[in-house]
């Protein structure tokens, strides 16, 4: 039987699960790790602010503590919500998206950027790099100015973020891109086309490394 990779979306809308899974397509190997998404059906709509962030934390946690089955979790939002907590209640690996985008960029260049859902999000992301160390790597992060909801919604979800991301190329210095948000998994191969630059998914990063933890491990 082939182990399992959960990939937690921690917001209650399945639509951005469903959009994750599909994006992860590409990833489903014969004989591979099976990657299994789930939605915490008592999270918030999206996760947008540091009090959703606290929301959450305990609902995913709670989540991996229950799960018997799991060889690996992937944490699918760009906050990584307690990833160091989760990280303590279990012994499997556990992988936060942003942590994993940003490792991911770094392979790819030596700056990157990041487009973010909203404003409000951006100090968030900020404390996180700096914990991580890899601050100094980001040369910009820029805001759509959208809800989660309405970046799977929207009819001008991909006209911004290509309004974005040239701007964190061109005025920023950007070598890589990396998408914020798990929601926008379905712009990424577009927005690299046209940018011409590596644009980064990070639930892709996310489950790239945590099929090769898994596969060393078995």
Known sequence: MSPVIRVINPNSND??????????EPLRLVGGPHLECITLSDGPFGVESQADVSKVEPLIVDSIRADTEASAF???????????????VTDRPVFGIAE?????????????GVIAILSQSIPRHTRHRRERLLHNHCVGERALELTVAEVENSNDTYEKMVKVGTELRDKDG????????????????ALEKLLEVPV????????????NTVLLAN
């Open 15 to 24: 639509a951005v699960t469903s959009g994750i899974s599909e994006a992860l």
């Open 74 to 88: 992937i944490i699918a939002c760009y906050s990584d919500p307690g990833l160091a907590l989760c990280r303590e």
């Open 100 to 112: 994993c985008a940003m490792l991911t960029a770094l392979s790819r260049g030596q700056s990157f």
């Open 174 to 189: 950007a070598e890589v891109i990396i998408m914020g948000c798990a929601g926008m998994a379905k712009y990424r191969e």
């Open 200 to 211: 980064i998914d990070p639930t892709i990063a996310a489950a790239g490394m945590a099929i």
